[in-house]
T-cell receptor, first 111, second 113 residues
Framework: DAGVTQSPTHLIKTRGQQVTLRCSPKSGHDTVSWYQQALGQGPQFIFQYYEEEERQRGNFPDRFSGHQFPNYSSELNVNALLLGDSALYLC??????????FGPGTRLTVT | AQSVAQPEDQVNVAEGNPLTVKCTYSVSGNPYLFWYVQYPNRGLQFLLK??????LVKGSYGFEAEFNKSQTSFHLKKPSALVSDSALYFCAVNSGGYQKVTFGTGTKLQVIP
């Protein structure tokens, strides 16, 4: 049974560019959450998708947007990248909303 | 607003000794509490959770955690530490269901051979 997968593993972008990160949830899971983990910090909740709609959102600007597809996979889009957006982006999936399974993350570097 | 505090940035313990990683929380309603472990350049791995029931929760790799409602704490414990337990540990909380999860800042556990 494949766990949560994310792509790409690493990404380098320039300020002002746009980026799309992808996530495939664990088999049988219908909910996907995205987190930003800055160096030396705990994960910060960005948003959660369920039934192709954003259900919950953390304190992130509108530059951060997402999408969930009918197969439950998800994308995180970040527009107008800032240096401060450099972080590890984690995707987590769950079925009952209580126990989340995390992917390995995408390391985004903005130069 | 909900929050998690992990008061120790780092905990050092000798191999074979018991370990404790501290966590206190604040949340409206009944807490749903979690511990995760993160190895370098990896995602988070689920260790254990408390939703209801016994205050002592057993999880993966011999870890356990004790829920204390009066002290709003959920400390992670292990009777005998292994060098391979060295990693970053995160405590997390939400108010259940599909509510957003709030993580602490993490505690680095160093087990010394």
């Amino acid at each position: 049974d494949a766990g949560v997968t994310q792509s790409p593993t690493h990404l380098i972008k320039t300020r002002g560019q746009q980026v799309t990160l992808r996530c495939s949830p664990k088999s049988g899971h219908d909910t996907v959450s995205w987190y930003q983990q800055a160096l030396g910090q705990g994960p910060q909740f960005i948003f959660q998708y369920y039934e192709e709609e954003e259900r919950q959102r953390g304190n992130f600007p509108d530059r951060f947007s997402g999408h969930q597809f009918p197969n439950y996979s998800s994308e995180l889009n970040v527009n107008a990248l800032l240096l401060g957006d450099s972080a590890l982006y984690l995707c987590a999936s769950s079925l009952d909303g209580n126990e989340q399974y995390f992917g390995p993350g995408t390391r985004l570097t903005v130069t | 607003a909900q929050s998690v505090a992990q008061p120790e940035d780092q905990v050092n313990v000798a191999e074979g000794n018991p370990l404790t990683v501290k966590c206190t929380y604040s949340v409206s309603g009944n807490p749903y509490l979690f511990w995760y472990v993160q190895y370098p350049n990896r995602g988070l791995q689920f260790l254990l959770k408390y939703i209801t029931g016994d205050n002592l929760v057993k999880g993966s790799y011999g870890f356990e955690a004790e829920f204390n409602k009066s002290q709003t704490s959920f400390h992670l414990k292990k009777p005998s530490a292994l060098v391979s337990d060295s990693a970053l540990y995160f405590c997390a909380v939400n108010s259940g269901g599909y509510q957003k999860v709030t993580f602490g800042t993490g505690t680095k556990l160093q087990v010394i051979p």
